[in-house]
């Protein structure tokens, strides 16, 4: 892992170019081959990647240009999975609802294939995001497993052979996206096994994102769960959550949610230098990983990356003062 203090990095989603989305359209419709999609798929990725890395991203991803959502897409490889149609979540926006109707079982490679297409393209650090097993069983039907939590354990294990594969490959950082897990805090111990699960025996440094929801609700229980650093959103809370971490010693790094991915305003450099030390607050520097609240996905990708250079800038120019 980097040695850098205040590396910089992003939660995962990118905004995808109008091209691509045309094409993905179209290959649904079957109008273009495999072929064609997949140089599109490796193009725009190629993209992401000089984007980031002209704006100073230290570890990267690859935008999840090949990602419609978080959860269907890995059901999709996962086997005892069915995706039934569209379901509204939020304005316009829909996703394919996941449902467990047989034993879930691994079958594809989820994210190996993607990082080995990155690891060719980028000398620097990469960070592997995976939803999950809590937040992809929480999002889908359960119509096999006799409970929940018997879903979300076997999952577990199918996450556990791709963080496995991962570690084989050569990633040395995986960050688990685990939203729904702060939509149920009476379920948290159910959550913290399922990590438990998934990460046994994954020889890496590990990171978990959780956003939105009611942070007192988990805290400071979720500093029991096997990982390395904890990824929250601030930003968009108006950093209210500070307090909560206070309570208690907060033992483990922080993804430091510093930028707002939910406002097409670009905040300055100072604006954002004075976001990431309120982190202080909590860790030390040398804990303070630097990364929007989320992915960035639904912003304009000009605004995207203006934000990416001023929370890049703001954290070098931070790195000579701490």
């Not at 509204?88 to 190996?112: H, Q, S």
């Not at 998934?198 to 990171?207: C, D, K, M, S, W």
């Amino acid at each position: 892992m980097t040695k850098k203090i205040l590396p910089t990095t992003v939660v995962g989603s990118y905004p995808k170019p109008k091209w691509l989305n045309q094409l993905i359209g179209e290959h649904a419709e079957g109008k273009i081959s495999d072929e064609i999609m997949e140089r599109a798929y490796q193009d725009s990725i190629k993209a992401v990647i000089k984007e980031h890395e002209l704006a100073g991203v230290d570890i990267l991803w690859d935008g999840e240009m090949r990602r419609e959502e978080m959860t269907s897409y890995f059901a999709e490889h996962i086997d005892g999975f069915k995706i039934y149609g569209e379901v509204r979540v939020w304005g316009n926006n829909y996703y394919k609802k996941p449902a467990i109707v047989d034993e879930l079982g691994y079958r594809d490679e989820l994210t190996i294939p993607d990082y080995k297409f990155l690891r060719k393209i980028t000398k620097n650090e990469i960070k592997v995001p995976i939803t999950g097993a809590y937040t992809i069983v929480d999002w889908s039907f359960n119509e096999f497993y006799k409970t929940k939590e018997d879903a979300i354990y076997a999952l577990s294990e199918v996450i556990n052979e791709e963080l496995k594969g991962l570690v084989r490959s050569g990633v040395n950082y995986i960050q688990i996206d685990d939203p729904a897990i702060s939509t149920h805090p009476d379920e948290i111990e159910i959550a913290k096994n399922s990590i438990e699960i998934a990460t046994r025996g994954v020889n890496a440094y590990l990171g978990i994102h959780i956003c939105y929801g009611d942070y007192s609700q988990l805290y400071p229980q979720v500093l029991e769960f096997p990982v390395d650093q904890l990824d929250f959103e601030f930003t968009n809370k108006n950093f209210r959550d500070i307090e909560i971490f206070k309570e208690y010693e907060f033992t483990k790094d922080i993804g430091f949610g510093c930028v707002d991915v939910h406002t097409k305003r670009v905040e300055s450099v100072e604006e954002i230098k004075d976001n990431i030390r309120k982190a202080f607050a909590i860790v030390e520097p040398k804990g303070v990983y630097v990364d929007p609240d989320c992915g960035l996905k639904l912003l304009s990708s000009g605004v995207a990356f203006e934000k990416l250079v001023n929370m890049c800038q703001a954290a070098e120019e931070l790195r000579e003062e701490v």
